[in-house]
T-cell receptor, first 115, second 118 residues
Framework: AQSVTQLGSHVSVSEGALVLLRCNYS??????LFWYVQYPNQGLQLLLK??????LVKGINGFEAEFKKSETSFHLTKPSAHMSDAAEYFC?????????????FGGGTRVLVKP | DVKVTQSSRYLVKRTGEKVFLECVQD?????MFWYRQDPGLGLRLIYF???????EKGDIPEGYSVSREKKERFSLILESASTNQTSMYLC?????????????????FGDGTRLSIL
């Protein structure tokens, strides 16, 4: 069975500082990995998805994630936090072997940005 | 852009009522999903469907049923609403990945329905 672990349910960063959100997965090879963001009272929005073409994936809003097979990790980063980055972030892995390609989500990390 | 539309943003119902939550997608996606989201429990899959009239139970199907009569529409039904079903409900859709050249198909979410059962 697939699983996703996000280390830290809450992260606090200062505006302009690095944002680092950790995600480790357990999945059959190859893993299909995603990062989503959820703003208050909204649905989830796709930030980026891993493709086997490159280990460093760029997403929207200046975020990027690096796939490290040896560490089974797919951490999300942004060099300089903005107040608008305050949200909850979810890492997910897809099961594309069965019909329906269900996603398994991590528990989420809520980001607080301090001025 | 993919558009997933949930019929209500906020809904208040009474215990014992039959409640219908509707979801429509406009991208001809094969797969549709219903989740509930609760603080500290993350997203939990209730039901999903990979084709018209097909449905599969997710992790927490008890107390719920679903209907998919048309490809673009997926309904979640609370047969007899109870207070422990007060939650945020999220609908999503995706293109089928199995057998596809593009296996990493993301799910696209609606804005959610915040349901309160009194």
């Amino acid at each position: 069975a697939q699983s996703v672990t996000q280390l830290g349910s809450h992260v606090s960063v200062s505006e302009g500082a690095l944002v680092l959100l950790r995600c480790n997965y357990s999945s059959s090879v190859p893993p299909y990995l995603f990062w989503y963001v959820q703003y208050p009272n909204q649905g989830l929005q796709l930030l980026l998805k891993y493709t086997s073409a490159a280990t460093l994936v760029k997403g929207i809003n200046g975020f990027e994630a690096e796939f490290k097979k040896s560490e089974t990790s797919f951490h999300l980063t942004k060099p300089s936090a903005h107040m608008s980055d305050a949200a909850e972030y979810f890492c997910a892995v897809s099961d594309s072997k069965a019909a329906g390609n269900k996603l398994t989500f991590g528990g989420g990390t809520r980001v607080l940005v301090k001025p | 852009d993919v558009k997933v539309t949930q019929s209500s943003r906020y809904l208040v119902k009474r215990t014992g009522e039959k409640v219908f939550l509707e979801c429509v997608q406009d991208m001809d996606h094969e797969n549709m999903f219903w989740y509930r989201q609760d603080p500290g429990l993350g997203l939990r899959l209730i039901y999903f469907s990979y084709d018209v009239k097909m449905k599969e139970k997710g992790d927490i199907p008890e107390g719920y049923s679903v209907s998919r009569e048309k490809k673009e529409r997926f309904s979640l039904i609370l047969e007899s609403a109870s207070t422990n079903q007060t939650s945020m409900y999220l609908c999503a859709s995706s293109r089928e990945a199995k057998g596809s050249m593009y296996p990493n198909q993301p799910q696209h979410f609606g804005d959610g329905t915040r349901l309160s059962i009194l």
